[in-house]
């Protein structure tokens, strides 16, 4: 069975300044997908960055990135550069290759105050 | 880029009765659909997930007969929340896969049901 585990509920960071949201997973498929979405308070979910279990570098995305340790079966987001729109919810998910049903399951979120 | 338009946004209805959530793919075909579950403050909580012209499939714990899933064409797939009671109220969202590969989960912008 796969796990995701976000183990922050909340961090604060200054404006411009960079943070990263720590994001574990466990799995015994070695073909996976690892993605990090912003919600804000509308609900919406919007897609940050994607990594798979086989790609070579870090994931980015403009001013996110995406630190894969693939040996500590770690997967963290960094955001370069807060601002204020940066407040939101963050949520690491994951998707087994081998499930063929190809549903995405989610960590509990990490919630985001970027301080002016 | 895929757009999957949900609606209601938001209802409020009374104990006892049905509730339906409708999820439409406009410019791609959503051969499959996963509907969310989402209290306040929490993560998202799979409920099913629906194929074009196949029964869903339910995640543990989830009611079938309670919340009814159709997926009868490639651009539609509805949930309905029978019989609601207060403790259904919560955020439903759901996610077409849009493509092939790894990425391409296009979500729909979500329905705040309260129950009263």
């Known amino acids: 069975a796969q796990k995701i585990t976000q183990t922050q509920p909340g961090m604060f960071v200054q404006e411009k300044e960079a943070v990263t949201l720590d994001c574990t997973y466990d799995?015994?498929?070695?073909?996976?997908?690892l993605f990090w979405y912003k919600q804000p308070s509308s609900g919406e979910m919007i897609f940050l960055i994607y990594?798979?279990?086989?790609?070579?570098q870090n994931a980015t995305e403009g001013r996110y990135s995406l630190n894969f340790q693939k040996a500590r079966k770690s997967a963290n987001l960094v955001i370069s550069a807060s601002q204020l729109g940066d407040s939101a919810m963050y949520f690491c998910?994951?998707?087994?290759?081998?499930?063929?049903?190809?549903?995405?399951?989610f960590g509990s979120g990490t919630r985001l105050l970027v301080r002016p | 880029g895929a757009v999957v338009s949900q609606h209601p946004s938001w209802v409020i209805c009374k104990s006892g009765t049905s509730v339906k959530i409708e999820c439409r793919s406009l410019?791609?075909?959503?051969?499959?659909m996963f509907w969310y579950r989402q209290f306040p403050k929490q993560s998202l909580m799979l409920m099913a997930t629906?194929?074009?012209?196949?029964?869903?499939?339910?995640e543990q714990g989830v009611e079938k007969d309670k919340f009814l899933i159709n997926h009868a064409s490639l651009t539609l797939s509805t949930l309905t929340v029978t019989s609601a009671h207060p403790e259904d109220s919560s955020f439903y969202i759901c996610?077409?896969?849009?493509?092939?590969?790894?990425?391409?989960?296009?979500f729909g912008s979500g329905t705040r049901l309260t129950v009263v």
């Open positions: 996610s077409a896969k849009t493509s092939g590969g790894l990425l391409g989960y296009t």
């Open positions: 799995t015994s498929d070695p073909s996976y997908g």
């Open positions: 990594q798979g279990s086989y790609d070579q």
């Open positions: 998910a994951m998707r087994e290759v081998t499930d063929s049903s190809y549903k995405l399951i």
């Open positions: 410019d791609f075909q959503a051969t499959t």
């Open positions: 629906s194929n074009e012209g196949s029964k869903a499939t339910y």
